[in-house]
């Protein structure tokens, strides 16, 4: 049996990297920029999250599934801490989970600072199928609180786009 301690952070940071975003499984949370830091501290393991949208429901699975993998790992002593400054933005998604988003059907994140000031029918989305830019918004939300609903004028196709930006 393997001393809670025999694990380095940067493993552990490794094994929680690769959990499924639970609204979106093609790409992990580490991917989504989600996991932020893994650090021993006296003994105890302190793990930080920032959540992609306030409120998220996504949220608590995250939370679950990370307490499952330090249970399997035999690691009991830990905080899970959730900061929200600074605030998650797109631009922490990588271009490698942005191409999945895509393949997925959803249209990737605009950069943050091209859409911060804009209202959700003003932003032009590029149709994940066709790559048309004659896409409108069918219904600010989705499926869950996260994505919105597009509807391309092209392809004749629904899409989801993943909105969880500040
Ligand atoms: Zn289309």
Redo the contacts with the bound molecule.
């Keep these: 049996m393997k001393e809670q301690s025999s694990l380095e952070s940067s493993e552990i940071f490794q094994l929680l990297y690769a959990i499924p975003d639970p609204e979106v499984p093609v790409i992990t949370i580490g991917e989504l920029g989600v996991l932020r830091s893994v650090d021993w501290v006296n003994g105890q393991l302190n793990i930080t999250i920032t959540p992609t949208y306030s409120g998220c429901p996504a949220m608590f699975a995250i939370e679950a599934e990370i307490k499952t993998i330090l249970k399997e790992n035999n690691i009991t002593d830990f905080k899970l801490k959730t900061v929200h400054f600074p605030a998650w933005t797109t631009d922490w998604l990588s271009d490698d989970a942005k191409k999945k988003l895509s393949e997925y059907g959803i249209a990737p994140p605009q950069h943050s600072s091209q859409i911060k000031h804009l209202r959700p029918d003003e932003v032009s989305l590029q ?1 994940p ?4 830019d004659k ?1 409108h918004l069918t219904s600010w939300f989705g499926s869950t609180a996260c994505k919105a609903l597009y509807f ?1 004028d ?4 629904p ?1 989801e786009h993943f909105k969880c930006h500040h």
């Design positions: 149709c199928f066709c790559n048309s896409t391309c092209n392809c004749r196709q899409f």
